[in-house]
């Protein structure tokens, strides 16, 4: 069973960067889309970024489109979020998941497996 496991949340300043990474145990990381969600208390989750298998597909929200980057290195099974011109807006518990197929998706529901999420809270 693969799991996923995020890291690099914390705390900054509205107007920093901050730079996520999720590490897939396993031999199936290359193979499947990933994608970055994230819910702050009290609203839905929602889609951030998705990356395809090979990373020449990538979707954002329009939320965070031109600010936030997707990436993947395949060699070290691990996808990455680079955070940039953060606001207080986008603070919320940020989880990576792994699709059930090769092209990202804006929806939780074609996603299987979860990691624990990791907190990043930008203050104004």
């Known amino acids: 069973q693969v799991q996923l496991v995020e890291s690099g949340g914390g705390l900054v300043q509205a107007g920093g960067s901050l730079r996520l990474s999720c590490a897939a145990s396993?031999?199936?990381?290359?193979?499947?889309?990933m994608g970055w969600f994230r819910q702050a208390p009290g609203k839905e989750r929602e889609f951030v970024a998705a990356?395809?298998?090979?990373?020449?597909?990538?979707l954002y929200a329009d939320s965070v489109k031109g600010r936030f980057t997707i990436s993947r290195d395949n060699a070290k099974n691990t996808v990455y979020l680079q955070m940039n011109s953060l606001k207080p807006d986008d603070t919320a518990v940020y989880y990576c998941?792994?699709?059930?197929?090769?092209?990202?998706?804006?929806?939780?529901?074609?996603?299987?497996?979860w990691g624990q999420g990791t907190q990043v809270t930008v203050s104004s």
């Open positions: 396993g031999r199936t990381f290359s193979r499947y889309a």
């Open positions: 990356i395809s298998w090979n990373g020449g597909s990538i």
């Open positions: 998941a792994q699709a059930m197929q090769r092209y990202g998706s804006r929806f939780a529901r074609e996603y299987n497996v």
